[in-house]
């Protein structure tokens, strides 16, 4: 499956359940917001040791979904914005591959504006 493929089981869904109605962008956004917020739950507070064993652990599963929630959300609001994801990514990649070429941020955290 693609990401197309992603889009079109996630869009499906929620039409059979009539749930289009409660899916404008706005709330899309804040849900996304929400998802994220639970996603990084599984690693607040944590050692990168914690975090190894929390990942390998019975709690795997949940971080997975909280992961597949958030995916489940970015393309729900790039459908309800007709985005064209794969054009969008190619183009934003490109962008920044320019703002952070390899020869000045490879190893580097810096921001583009700073290296």
């Known amino acids: 499956m693609d990401i197309d493929d992603f889009q ?3 869009i499906n869904f929620r039409d059979k ?3 289009k109605q409660f ?3 706005k709330d ?3 849900s996304l917001l929400l998802e994220a917020a639970e996603l990084i739950e599984h690693f607040q507070w944590k050692s990168e040791q914690e975090i190894q064993q929390h990942v390998k652990s019975e709690k795997a599963q949940e971080l997975k ?3 597949v929630d958030v995916l489940w959300y970015v393309l729900l609001i790039a459908h309800e914005l007709n985005m064209d994801l794969e054009k969008e990514f190619l183009r934003k ?3 920044n591959e320019k703002k ?3 020869e000045k941020s490879k190893g580097s955290h810096k921001k583009y504006t700073e290296l």
């Open 93 to 95: 990649l490109r962008k």
């Open 65 to 67: 979904e909280e992961v």
């Open 23 to 25: 899916h404008n962008p």
């Open 28 to 30: 899309l956004a804040v």
């Open 8 to 10: 079109k089981k996630i």
């Open 100 to 102: 952070y070429p390899v």
């Open 17 to 19: 359940r009539n749930w």
